[in-house]
């Protein structure tokens, strides 16, 4: 394997340039690493949008990606800081189950979907299917996302600073959705809800982890979620299904 | 599954890399679409010509075709390309189906070329010489057939219309529909591809006075089903995805030029990424450059 350690790699930093290391041999490195490795920094060059890159790692250990990521970046994720510096492809931390994703750029379509744990921070925008069948995951977008988003979505957080696209939460379980611009359209079975104390606590709690905490205004944010009326089959909602 | 790439240069200076360009971005889309591929370029054009494209069963003698038409033709392989007087064009396309019945015209207009083969994307590009070929714009398909067969015929782009081509990611639920409008309006579809109907149906269109823009806005409502179209016009390129967004879609842009990609991947080597605006066109929206405006 031809992992290059750069000269000025601190303690414990291992820098792999994927225009020279095969993605096979960063990925395969990553996945052997044990929960008490002493590498736990790794900084990744030449991404140059190839998939799948760092996914399925897990061990308490940040990477730090220097440019734009293909699909499913940090899919799967456990415990691992995966820090994009750039844009993400589709999919961007599918499946995390715990963990830290941190996309400096914008994320195409399906970021975060399905998984069940960790946070996911996208500097940028989102586009189509954010959140898609979440499970618990708490994503926080600083910008918008497009149609589709929290599709599904099951439990976890979905907060999002701009606007959101059309047909937000469609057949929506108990994920949290708190949007602070327009929501272009709610999708079935999708309502806004009122804004308690325990919720604005809940999105506070969130906007911490994300480092926004007194950056945005709370009381900007609506809440939306599920109205439970589509969880059992009923005749009358035969249209909805 | 399909990959598309497309180069749209808004300055001169990229011009003779042109056709490089695009063929390492076509090399990139291969595992997208192995089958075959496909591109047209637009390069220098002679006023008061038209270029035809021609496409031979393998071995066709173009040298002694064009001597026998009285037209020299520039061959690439299993293409060759024909400049004739416009006076000219419909004599010349008679006596091309006369002597050489078997040679077939896959493409017109003043600047735009079109080549596409069966095989690896790579291979494609490489006999028919794409990355020494200068132009302003150029579109680009790897193909991963799923609604016709893999064949020369069905790989794309698709070109209906004067220096009109398309190529397509995604699979049409309408198109039988659509061709036989099409075919009332007397418009030839000369495959089962549901793509070329997608072609055809721009040129129909425009042919009533839609700009290529206009004529994508109308496709909203009269095609239906999953795709991702980049259309090239003699001096434009136009963008479009479907509502749902079901096939991916990046583009970036610079001073220099604007380029559409199926996949990140495929713009990471060109001049100047690192500083584009890199963007995931919006679905249902119309994207439209042209040189003339």
Redesign the interface.
């Known amino acids: 394997m031809n992992l290059s350690l750069k000269p000025e790699a601190a303690e414990g930093e291992t820098l792999v340039d994927l225009a020279t290391t095969p993605l096979r041999a960063l990925n395969g490195a990553l996945h052997k690493l044990a929960a008490d490795t002493n590498q736990t920094l790794w900084t990744v060059a030449n991404p140059?949008?190839?998939?799948a890159i760092a996914a399925g790692l897990d061990a308490p250990i940040t990477v730090e990606i220097d440019g734009?990521v293909?699909?499913y970046c940090a899919g799967m994720n456990k415990q691992a800081r995966v820090i994009v510096h750039g844009?993400a492809?589709?999919g961007v931390a599918e499946n995390m189950m715990s963990g830290f994703v941190h996309v400096k750029?914008?994320a195409?379509?399906a970021a975060g979907a399905t998984a069940h744990g960790g946070l996911l921070i996208i500097d940028g925008n989102a586009?189509?299917r954010c959140g898609i069948s979440m499970k618990g995951i708490d994503i926080v977008v600083k910008g918008s996302i497009?149609?589709?988003s929290a599709f599904m979505a099951q439990a976890g957080t979905l907060t999002v600073l701009g606007d959101a696209g059309e047909a937000l939460g469609d057949s929506l379980y108990e994920a949290r959705l708190f949007v602070r611009g327009s929501v272009a359209s709610l999708g079935a079975d999708c309502i806004e809800k009122e804004m308690r104390e325990e919720h604005k606590a809940l999105l506070a709690s969130k906007l911490e982890a994300a480092g926004l905490l007194g950056e945005v205004d709370i009381s900007e944010f609506r809440r939306y979620g599920s109205a439970r009326t589509l969880y059992h089959f009923h005749v009358d909602n035969v249209s909805s299904y | 599954m399909c990959g598309i790439v497309g180069l749209f240069l808004k300055q001169p200076k990229l011009e003779p890399e042109l056709g490089a360009l695009l063929s390492q971005m076509l090399d990139i889309m291969c595992d997208r679409g192995p089958d075959s591929a496909g591109f047209a370029v637009y390069g220098a054009g002679t006023p008061g010509f038209v270029k035809l494209t021609l496409r031979g069963p393998a071995g066709t003698d173009f040298a002694a075709l064009g001597d026998k038409i009285g037209h020299p033709v520039i061959a690439r392989d299993t293409h060759g390309v024909m400049s004739v007087p416009v006076a000219e064009e419909t004599t010349v396309r008679a006596a091309l189906a006369r002597l050489a019945p078997e040679v077939r015209v896959v493409g017109a207009g003043t600047r735009m070329e079109l080549y596409k083969e069966v095989g690896l994307p790579a291979d494609v590009a490489k006999r028919f010489e794409l990355e020494t070929m200068s132009g302003t714009h150029a579109i680009g398909h790897t193909r991963m057939a799923t609604e016709s067969a893999v064949t020369t015929a069905g790989a794309h782009p698709f070109s209906t219309g004067p220096d009109q081509c398309l190529v397509h990611n995604g699979s049409l639920s309408n198109h039988a529909g659509v061709r036989r409008l099409l075919a009332r309006e007397g418009l030839e579809v000369t495959t089962e591809n549901d793509s070329e109907v997608a072609a055809a149906y721009l040129t129909y269109r425009m042919r009533g006075g839609d700009s290529l823009g206009e004529a994508l806005e109308h496709s909203l409502g009269d095609l239906d089903g999953f795709y991702t179209f980049v259309v090239g016009t003699e001096s434009g390129f136009g963008v479009l995805r479907d509502p749902?967004?079901c096939k991916?879609a990046?583009m970036a842009e610079t001073y220099d030029y604007v380029a559409f990609a199926s996949?990140?991947?495929a713009?990471?080597?060109l001049p100047g990424i690192e500083t584009a605006r890199?963007?995931?066109p919006?679905?249902a929206k119309v994207y439209f450059w042209d040189r003339a405006a």
């Open positions: 140059a949008g190839r998939h734009p293909g699909y844009n492809g589709v750029g914008d195409s379509q586009s189509a497009g149609h589709m | 749902i967004a991916p990046v996949e990140y991947r713009l990471a080597g890199v963007f995931e919006e679905p």
